[in-house]
């Protein structure tokens, strides 16, 4: 499978978030990524379920859209429902912010969304094996949460290949995201390592091109 674009809307212009997140589809984005900030698991605050219905009014339209939810909130088993039924497709939760991590994918599932374990870049990789069997996908963060516009953590790579290999040795099918410092010059670097969806923000709604040349750069790349 050729590896997907995701552009968090973090780095989008509030002003115009609705035009903008059409400007990602028609440049042929199929992953929309919302991240959830609430100011205690990471220091930066940024919106709950209301931001959805407007998100989910595009992805309908385009038919292929899939909402991907980052929630960087402790306790997330509270938001759950909420983002489930404002119409996410894969809610992510964090190993580090719930201590029942199992739970909450259950809860995730049941809900009929899809099931995800977004992990720090100094979270231990083992900590995912035990629910892997349980998992949709998996976030890989290669920036320290709470902020777009950071510099990719180089070792993530590494993290991916061993995320890979864990995955084809357990004939288990999560999908490997990555998360944090994307840009053009390192994304066919973090593809060939296995990763499946590259989440962007400052290099998709940043810089001085428009929305749709940076991702139809990202897609040339990644079709390379
Ligand atoms: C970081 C967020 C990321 C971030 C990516 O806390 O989870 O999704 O917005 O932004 P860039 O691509 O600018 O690193
Ligand atoms: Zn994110």
Do not use: W
Request: charged fraction near 15%.
């Amino acid at each position: 499978m050729t590896a997907k674009i995701a552009p968090s809307i973090l780095s989008a212009d509030f002003g115009q978030l609705a035009d903008q997140v059409q400007q990602c589809v028609d440049a042929g984005a199929e992953y929309i990524h919302i991240d959830v900030m609430d100011g205690h698991f990471v220091p930066n605050l940024t919106f709950g379920p209301i931001v959805m219905p407007a998100l989910r009014k595009i992805a309908d339209a385009a038919e292929n859209v899939t909402l991907d939810v980052h929630l960087m909130t402790e306790n997330p088993e509270q938001l759950v429902p909420m983002f489930a039924a404002a119409g996410a497709d894969i809610i992510s939760v964090h190993v580090e912010a719930t201590k029942h991590l199992h739970r909450a994918l259950q809860q995730i599932r049941e809900l009929g969304v899809k099931a995800g374990v977004a992990m720090n870049p100094a979270t231990p990789m083992m900590a995912l094996v035990p629910v892997l069997t349980i998992t949709d996908y998996v976030l890989l963060m290669s920036v320290n949460p709470g902020f777009g516009g950071q510099a990719y953590i180089p070792e993530t790579t590494g993290r991916i290949r061993a995320l890979r290999q864990i995955l084809q040795s357990s004939n288990l099918k999560a999908l490997i995201g990555v998360d944090g410092g994307v840009k053009h010059h390192n994304i066919a670097e973090i593809a060939a390592a296995g990763a499946d969806v590259l989440v962007a923000g400052s290099a998709v709604f940043g810089g001085d091109n428009s929305i749709a040349e940076n991702i139809e750069k990202f897609n040339t790349i990644l079709a390379g």
